[in-house]
């Protein structure tokens, strides 16, 4: 317990330090997320309409910081990582919070802006930059207990690993859903592996429903890790005999068939004959994107700031990468070597599968539109529990070096931490 309280007090104040130093409006999308909380707050509802809810008081401070976007997309601070601005932000009318000037608020599910609701009015008298502030302590929040989950299923290393990972220290330090989004996924995996450990329990069954309940009310990306969560619970339901392999093998390919024939799901972008690329079939899709993606997603994973313009240095990123490679290779070997391997598949299962819905979903929104919006590695979050568990799994599966290497690991993790923190700091300060 003492360890655990060591390590909560450690993520607090790391992500405390992180969110002083991110200025507004530069952690992912935060604008478009402070909008919709401001939105709910001053109206007092939980729908946010599509057009008219990004507040004067939103937009002038953007247009003061340079994050204003134009009609590409694009602000001062997109591809130009060399741009600096340290105004500061006037006080404005209470009144600008409600006069609307157009659109920017995110749109998502309510549950996150709920539970920023009362941080935000605990400040309602103070400026934008406290109120944003204040709404960032959920993300904190949610960090912390992240933190807490990842120590009650593999430890004090893996806790770190994940904790103090440099892109979920940023996405923590700003006003975003994805946070919850990351700790509820979290909880599920938890009640999977407990099930797997366990036995199909009614008390597991109801905290994974109600997991799944409030994700999907935070964030309907949940629907990708559902086919996982089906695949364990007909693995279990069946005592682990061949249907139930059969059948938890069903749960995750069948899924797949709603992309490639457009079944009706949540969340799936509609194509028609009528869409710009509805003639691009997948393998055309993944020879266009296939090394954006590879290439962009994997630094992305680790640390981008600055509106996507600042990453992680180069020596960081080959040092990381090689570590990486390493643990892939031990985690081949471990797969080979140990004889109780349900954890390790559940966990590249979960991640895996999940990775390949990212790509389907991107894939039929680029056939809907006729362009892509992008997948970042910050998309992989709510695996980051299994994604770190691999990676070390991998990395000591030499039993003899096994407490030096996780000691190297915790440290190195730490530092990288640091280091993401310094260039983050370097960047805007």
């Known amino acids: 317990m003492k360890r655990l309280i060591v390590l909560l007090a450690a993520v607090l104040l790391k992500s405390l330090v992180w969110m ?105 008298s103070h400026n934008l930059v406290d109120r944003v502030m204040a709404a960032r302590i959920v993300s904190v929040i949610c960090v912390v207990i992240l933190a807490a989950v990842a120590y009650q299923i593999g430890g004090l290393v893996l806790a770190v690993l994940v904790s103090f990972q440099p892109m979920i220290s940023f996405v923590a330090a700003g006003v975003h859903p994805d946070n919850l989004l990351n700790l509820l996924c979290s909880l599920a995996i938890w009640m999977c592996l407990l099930i797997l450990k366990n036995g199909l329990r009614w008390k597991y069954l109801a905290f994974l429903a109600l997991s799944v309940f409030l994700a999907w009310e935070t964030k309907i990306l949940i629907v990708f890790m559902l086919p996982v969560m089906g695949a364990v619970i007909a693995y279990k339901l069946f005592r682990e005999t061949k249907l139930a392999i059969f059948l938890a093998t069903l749960c995750l390919i069948v899924p797949v068939g709603a992309f490639v024939w457009q079944w009706t799901i949540p969340y799936m972008p509609v194509v028609t004959v009528a869409s710009p690329l509805a003639g691009m079939n997948f393998v055309d899709y993944m020879k266009f994107r296939g090394p954006k993606l590879l290439f962009e997603m994997w630094p992305w994973y680790w640390g981008v700031f600055k509106w996507l313009g600042v990453t992680l240095p180069p020596l960081v990123m080959k040092v990381i990468t090689r570590i990486a490679i390493l ?66 799994a991998g990395l000591t599966v030499f039993k003899r070096f096994e407490k030096q290497i996780s000691t190297l690991l915790v440290v190195g993790m730490v530092a990288l931490n640091m280091v993401a923190l310094y260039t983050v700091f370097q960047s805007y300060h």
């Open 20 to 124: 002083a130093v991110v200025p507004i409006w530069q952690a992912p999308d935060e604008q478009a997320h402070f909008a919709q909380l401001e939105y709910m707050t001053e109206n007092k509802t939980l729908s946010v309409p599509s057009l008219d809810n990004l507040s004067k008081e939103i937009a002038v401070s953007e247009q003061i910081l340079g994050t204003f976007r134009d009609q590409f997309g694009n602000n001062q601070y997109t591809y130009h990582p060399d741009y600096k601005n340290h105004s500061l932000i006037p006080v404005m009318p209470i009144s600008w919070r409600t006069t609307y000037v157009g659109r920017e608020a995110a749109g998502y599910p309510p549950l996150y802006y709920q539970l920023a609701e009362p941080f935000y009015n605990a400040v309602y």
């Open 327 to 392: 643990g892939v290779i031990g985690l081949g070997v471990r797969l080979v070597i140990d004889k109780n391997k349900k954890i390790l598949i559940f966990f590249i299962l979960a991640s895996s599968s999940y990775l390949l819905y990212l790509v389907l979903w991107d894939w039929r929104l680029m056939q809907a539109i006729g362009f892509s919006q992008g997948l970042q590695g910050r998309y992989l979050f709510p695996n980051i529990i299994p994604q770190m568990a691999l990676l070390l």
